[in-house]
């Protein structure tokens, strides 16, 4: 079993939507990131995380420690937010990544 | 600032032969690391460092060397490169260190695109 397990794996929404991606882990954390993946391959950070949520235009990242659960949500999804996400932990001096979730978003 | 860059962006080479992928960053991260990222796999640690002189090895370091002689670099070196090692392969580096937890976040390179046929 993956250390990191992300749901879904893939994601179709109509523009508007809210979008909800899941992020669960096993291990002990003293942070959590998301990041996103354009279709050209770059890798951006979203956000990083140690308890509570957090904030960024139409991006909201919450944790539930308690429960080793994390989601992202994207409210008023648009076409330019399709991309892979990606959640990853940081347990003791290592990061270990989440599988992604593939996000398409149409007009 | 330049961020992180890696080069080349892209690579092919036969198998058996050895190559270089550079890394560099210029915001005095202590944190490096080397992922590679397959089809249906998350990205993956290969080598990491936490400060010039300083390397360990990830979840798949078997036939790559790291060296960090400075802070700035952190270049991964394939021995001799076998058509497992083709994947796309990325730098990261963040001012994440064991004292100071709440500063990770994370910068990654553009990706070097490697194939070994």
């Known amino acids: 079993k993956n250390e990191v397990e992300q749901s879904p794996q893939n994601l179709t929404a109509q523009e508007g939507e809210f979008i909800t991606i899941n992020c669960s882990y096993s291990?002990?954390?003293?942070?959590l990131h998301w990041l996103q993946q354009h279709p050209g391959g770059g890798i951006v950070s979203l956000f990083m995380l140690s308890s509570g949520k957090k904030k960024h235009g139409r991006l909201i990242a919450t944790i539930n420690i308690q429960e080793k659960h994390s989601s992202l949500h994207i409210t008023a999804s648009h076409p330019r937010d399709s991309a892979v996400y990606i959640c990853a932990v940081r347990s003791t001096d290592k990061l270990i990544f989440g599988t992604g979730t593939r996000l398409q978003v149409f007009p | 600032n330049a961020g992180v860059t890696q080069t080349p962006k892209f690579q092919v080479l036969k198998t058996g032969q050895s190559m270089t992928l550079q890394c560099a960053q210029d915001m005095n991260h202590e944190y490096m690391s080397w992922y590679r990222q397959d089809p249906g796999m998350g990205l993956r640690l290969i080598h990491y460092s936490v400060g010039a002189g300083i390397t360990d090895q990830g979840e798949v370091p078997n036939g790559y060397n790291v060296s960090r002689s400075t802070t700035e670099d952190f270049p991964l070196r394939l021995l001799s490169a076998a058509p497992s090692q083709t994947s796309v392969y990325f730098c990261a580096s963040s001012p994440w260190d064991l004292r100071d937890y709440a500063r990770d976040e994370q910068f990654f390179g553009p990706g070097t695109r490697l194939t070994v046929l």
């Open positions: 291990v002990g954390i003293s942070a």
